[in-house]
């Protein structure tokens, strides 16, 4: 492998090429947290050899009311031992909203900003100070607590991204009770289903919220979901509602006396202390809901002190933050990244952070440096789907900008390809910002696999080496371990601090999907390479997950939304490869026995407008191809793979078909393409 020899200089050639080059740390990272190879080697050695002392030493940091129990660790991941179970500081007590909040006010930083707010609009911002947003989140546990809410207690929060978001987190984490974020670009449907499985009593949204020039209707679609909840016999006692002037007129919001409440006029009335609840370290923190390969989506539910002690560390190392900095995730607060890098891994380190409303091309496509440049961000955090949407305007969008602030840039998601890479490392970073690719998930809590800025060498397109206290390894078909470089499914070892620890209600699912199928091991769902350096390369899901623009979507849950739509008979749906959002969604749709093939226009239409609905704008699929029949084995099982290659135009590549029932369907679909 060729080094370019100089720290972060352009490799010329063809973007492909440029995963050959090498970027080691440069000056820019002078003075990190973890600054030489030597460091993160010895480092990660300690971690993996003696977990109590290395992680007891990073917990001494935080703030416990009691300390936990040696050994720091207790797990078992093999289910043929017994049930999987994974306990982190065991015994402990402590509180994540005390350790984000109180404990940097008590240390004299109170009027440290905490966000920054930009709203969807130019000139629409404010900001908020530590001991304010403490003020804050204590009315609102007061409100909460009013109400009923207690330890253990489930919450709903549907949200636009305003500091209030957070706030309404941090105020579950502060009494005990349990929150579920969901989206706010999730259609009703979807937010009744998370509803209805983790049955809370109250549901915490805003009134509307703009995203871009469209006006999003959170309220209606609350209600729309309340309805629906109710029909199937689950109550909800309060919907409390932000009234987000800037998005909507109160008057033309829709309000249910005796349900719903204004967020305004009961939540500043509150007393701004609020006692926290020291909790149990192993007392649930939150559920997360994310698609699966099968049914519908998962309640990942994780822990306090595991989860809060992973998503700091990782952030204060990954993004190796300092006090001074100003760091900007542009994730929403309802996927993990907004959980564990904005919610909580940067306010548990007392970050500066902004938090923006709205869309990186609105008004245009130079917006995402236009707020760089307003706010000086020095850290930013963002997806390989955004940066080639800002890609394709052109540079003069960013190099209008100075951008000179910028420290270290991030990305997560999914792979980033060599040609995005090169952008946001060369015109967006000027060559001079390390890129930190940061492989996990949502199950891990926290990153996983990623490079520290002072210490790893950067290879384009690979997420490196694995954190403290990561044990990756590379299975082949059989389930064997391999050795050096290989190719094959990316596996954990042993439990890390922020590992789940549950599915929300079904411990057995849990089993079955991450444990069972390679025992000993924690399945990820990934496929990866391993180069001759020991770096990783994350390859992309193997079971039936799509990630389109960095969000998993299940092609099983796309599936049941086209089917919902009467004229669908059976739906199979598979990736396909997307410019933008990296993949796509394809979709074969069969229609009722007696259609003739093709039917009218306007019925592509109507089923996308179905998955719209039963799932949110992001499942939309991309192509919908009419299937008269589906290639299936005789047992009747969807031969996927036939499937792809169509998607894919590598017809000439369907390898076997002689095992279908019925090779002919092949043809049929094949003369079915863009009717
Ligand atoms: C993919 C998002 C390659 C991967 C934090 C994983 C990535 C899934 C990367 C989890 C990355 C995430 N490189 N692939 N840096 N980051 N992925 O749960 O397939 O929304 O399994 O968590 O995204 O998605 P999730």
């Not at 998005?247 to 926290?276: H, I, M, S, Y």
């Not at 992973?310 to 900007?328: C, L, N, P, Q």
């Not at 135009?649 to 049929?668: F, R």
Request: proline residues 6%.
């Amino acid at each position: 492998m060729a080094s370019n020899g100089s720290a972060h200089a352009a490799p010329a050639g063809h973007a492909d090429e440029y995963k050959n080059h090498l970027f080691p740390p440069n000056s820019a990272s002078q003075g990190a947290h973890v600054s030489s190879r030597e460091q993160y080697d010895e480092m990660y050695k300690r971690s993996i050899t003696d977990p109590d002392s290395f992680w007891g030493e990073i917990a001494e940091s935080f703030y416990w009311k009691k300390r936990w129990q040696s050994p720091v660790r207790r797990f078992n991941f093999d289910v043929r031992k017994g049930p999987v179970k994974i306990e982190w500081f065991v015994g402990a007590e402590t509180n994540l909203s005390y350790n984000c909040l109180d404990r940097h006010v008590e240390a004299g930083h109170g009027d440290r900003v905490a966000f920054y707010w930009e709203g969807n609009d130019l000139n629409e911002d404010s900001k908020i100070t530590y001991s304010q947003l403490l003020k804050q989140v204590c009315q609102l546990a007061n409100y909460l607590k009013s109400i009923g809410v207690k330890r253990g207690s489930d919450v709903t929060i549907y949200m636009p991204m305003v500091p209030e978001l957070p706030a309404a987190m941090l105020a579950c984490a502060r009494i005990g009770a349990v929150h579920s974020v969901v989206f706010g670009g999730f259609s009703a449907e979807s937010l009744a289903g998370r509803i209805l499985d983790s049955k809370p009593s109250i549901v915490i949204t805003a009134s509307a919220v703009k995203r871009g020039a469209k006006p999003i209707d959170l309220k209606g679609i609350v209600d729309t979901a309340v309805k629906r909840v109710q029909a199937q016999g689950h109550s909800i006692k309060t919907v409390l509602v932000f009234d987000h002037v800037l998005a909507a007129k109160r008057e033309n919001v829709a309000f249910t006396e005796g349900l719903d409440v204004w967020w305004q006029d009961v939540v500043p009335r509150q007393p701004t202390d609020c006692p926290v609840e020291w909790m149990g370290a192993e007392e649930p923190l939150f559920k997360l809901y994310t698609s699966g390969s099968t049914g519908k989506p998962k309640g990942v539910e994780h822990t306090l002190a595991g989860y809060m002690i992973g998503a700091s560390t990782t952030f204060k190392y990954v993004f190796d933050h300092r006090a001074e900095d100003i760091y900007w995730c542009t994730a929403d607060c309802g996927w993990i990244t907004g959980h564990s890098y904005v919610a909580y891994g940067p306010m548990v380190n007392g970050a500066t952070q902004v938090l923006f409303e709205g869309v990186p091309t609105y008004p245009d496509a130079g917006r995402a440096w236009d707020i760089v440049d307003k706010y000086k961000v020095t850290l930013l955090y963002t997806a390989p789907t955004a940066i080639r949407a800002l890609q394709s305007f052109g540079d003069s969008f960013v190099t209008k900008y100075s951008r000179k602030s910028l420290r270290i840039l991030g990305t997560v998601g999914e792979p980033i390809n060599p040609e995005a890479w090169k952008w946001y490392h060369e015109v967006v970073g000027e060559g001079r910002c390390p890129i930190v690719d940061t492989w996990w998930q949502t199950e891990t809590g926290a990153h996983m696999i990623t490079p520290l800025p002072g210490a790893t060498t950067l290879k384009p397109g690979s997420a490196t080496l694995p954190f403290f206290g990561v044990e990756p390894a590379v299975l082949n078909e059989k389930g064997e371990e391999q050795e050096g470089e290989c190719e094959g499914y990316l596996v954990i070892k042993k439990a890390w601090p922020s590992s789940m620890r549950t599915l929300s209600g079904d411990h057995e699912r849990f089993e079955t999907t991450y444990f069972k199928v390679y025992p000993g091991y924690y399945f990820t769902g990934d496929g990866c390479r391993r180069d001759k350096d020991g770096y990783y390369w994350l390859i992309g899901r193997v079971d039936d997950v799509i990630n389109v623009s960095g969000h998993r979507i299940g092609t099983a849950e796309v599936e049941g939304a086209l089917t919902q739509h009467p004229q669908c008979a059976e739906a199979a749906v598979v990736p396909m490869e997307h410019p933008i959002k990296g993949q796509g969604i394809y979709a074969y749709v069969t229609l009722m026995v007696g259609t003739e093939y093709p039917p009218p226009a306007s019925l592509k239409k109507e089923l996308i407008a179905t998955v719209r609905e039963e799932i949110g704008p992001i499942a939309t699929p991309d192509v919908i191809h009419w299937a008269p029949g589906l290639p299936k084995t005789r047992s009747g099982k969807i031969m996927r793979r036939i499937l792809r290659k169509i998607a894919s135009k590598e017809e000439d590549q369907l390898g076997d078909t002689s095992t279908l029932a019925d090779p002919s369907v092949v043809q049929t679909l094949l003369k079915m393409r863009g009717q």
